[in-house]
Each structure stands twice: as C-alpha cells, then as structure tokens.
C-alpha cells in the first residue's frame, strides 16, 4: 500500500517569502501525484497534479511542484507567498495503473502567511 | 452551478443514534467517493463508487454503509453513532478512473458531524 509524508506540520512565512513544501511517497509502483490546497472553512481544491512528462508542473495561483522519482519526492514551491495562501496543503498519490484511483493523501502541512 | 453539494452542512447529534449525509454531483462523472477528516485534518477514504457499484472499501465499521442510488448520487448512511465519528466527511467524484487513477476529484463543501 502507498503512503505520503509531509514533513512540514506547520509553516509560518512572511508575505513575499518563498515557500517549499515537502512530500515523500512510498509505492512500489508507478503513482500519479496530486496537490490540494484547502482554505479555511472550504473544501479541498486541485492545485496541480503530476502523470507523466515533464517533471516539473505547474498549477493555479503560481504554484509548481517537482517530481523527483529518485528521492520518491513532490515538493510543493512558490516563488512569494501571499496573505490569501494561509491554508492547508495536502500532498496525495493515487497507484497506476488501477487501484480505483483511490488517493492516499499525506497529514498536511498548515500554512500561515503574515503581513 | 455547484458541482459537488453535501447536505447538510452541520450535523449535530446524540450518540446511539442513525443518520445519513447526502452527496449529488452534477459533473457527469461516474464515480464517487467517501472521505474522513479527523480532527487532525487528516484526510483518509472510505468509499469509492463506479456506476453504482462499490469498487473501494476501506477498513470502516459496518455501521456506515454507503448507497448510491444512481450515478450523480451517493449517500452515507451511519447507524449507532459513536463519539469516534465525530469528523468532517467528505464527498468527492471524478470520471471514471479504474485503470489511470489521473483522474482530478473534486470534493464537496464537508459535513461537519458532531457526535455528543
């Protein structure tokens, strides 16, 4: 069975600080790879997301993220954060092929953004 | 224009007792899943659903069983309520995924169930 990781539990940052946010996976296999971003008191919403091809992907609201399958690694960065990105963030995988695209989602990371 | 809607919202109740969240999807998707957030935020599936019929089916008491009555629908019902299930529950869909599992799921608003 797959399991994730996030080392960061809670990120306090600066607005126009750089954030980098961990993500490890564990999976014999091929995974698909997902970041969700959840702001308070709302549901869960896809930032970016990682199949194949380039490892380096971009998503919404100026996020990226690289996939290093050596390190078996998704960190989540953005260049400068903004007082709107304190929420939380979830890495997730899903197995490839099958497994119903059941995601394993990580324990999140708390992200507060001071002025 | 919602996409994925839960209802209700809040749900506040004695122990022992049953109750039932529903899930509707209007994105033509064709599977549905059941998530649990604990109060550590952390997120774990219970239930996926493809066409109707039950394709993931995690480690969960018995006293859940999902329902899903057509393939935009998919209810969760709880029997014999326990302190322990107090969490946010979360519905979720995505198009049909069985052997890609790359399909986004787009999660609904939570039900927030409080068990005293």
């Known amino acids: 069975a797959q399991s994730v990781s996030q080392h960061n539990h809670h990120v306090i940052l600066s607005e126009a600080a750089s954030l980098e946010l961990g993500c490890n996976y564990s999976?014999?296999?091929?995974?698909?790879l997902f970041w969700y971003v959840q702001y308070p008191g709302q549901h869960l919403q896809l930032l970016l997301k990682?199949?194949?091809?380039?490892?380096l992907v971009k998503g919404i609201k100026g996020f990226e993220a690289e996939f290093i399958k050596s390190k078996f690694s998704f960190n989540l960065r953005k260049p400068s954060v903004q007082w709107s990105d304190t929420a939380e963030y979830f890495c997730?995988?899903?197995?490839?092929?099958?497994?119903?695209?059941?995601?394993?989602f990580g324990t999140g990371t708390q992200l507060k953004v001071e002025l | 224009d919602t996409a994925v809607s839960q209802t209700p919202k809040y749900l506040v109740t004695q122990m022992g007792n049953d109750k039932s969240i529903k899930c509707e999807q209007n994105?033509?998707?064709?599977?549905m899943y059941w998530y649990k957030q604990d109060s550590k935020k952390f997120l774990k599936i219970m239930f996926s659903?493809?066409?109707?019929?039950?394709?993931i089916n995690e480690t969960v008491p018995n006293r859940f069983s999902p329902k899903s009555p057509d393939k935009a629908h998919l209810n969760l019902h709880i029997n014999s309520l326990e302190l322990g299930d107090s969490a946010v529950y979360f519905c979720?869909?995505?198009?049909?995924?069985?052997?890609?599992?790359?399909?986004?799921?787009?999660f609904g608003p939570g039900t927030r169930l409080t068990v005293l």
């Open positions: 979720a869909s995505s198009l049909e995924t069985r052997l890609a599992g790359n399909n986004e799921q787009f």
């Open positions: 999976y014999g296999g091929t995974v698909n």
């Open positions: 990682y199949f194949s091809g380039d490892p």
């Open positions: 997730a995988v899903s197995p490839v092929p099958g497994g119903g695209n059941k995601l394993t």
């Open positions: 994105l033509g998707h064709d599977t």
């Open positions: 659903y493809n066409n109707k019929e039950l394709i």
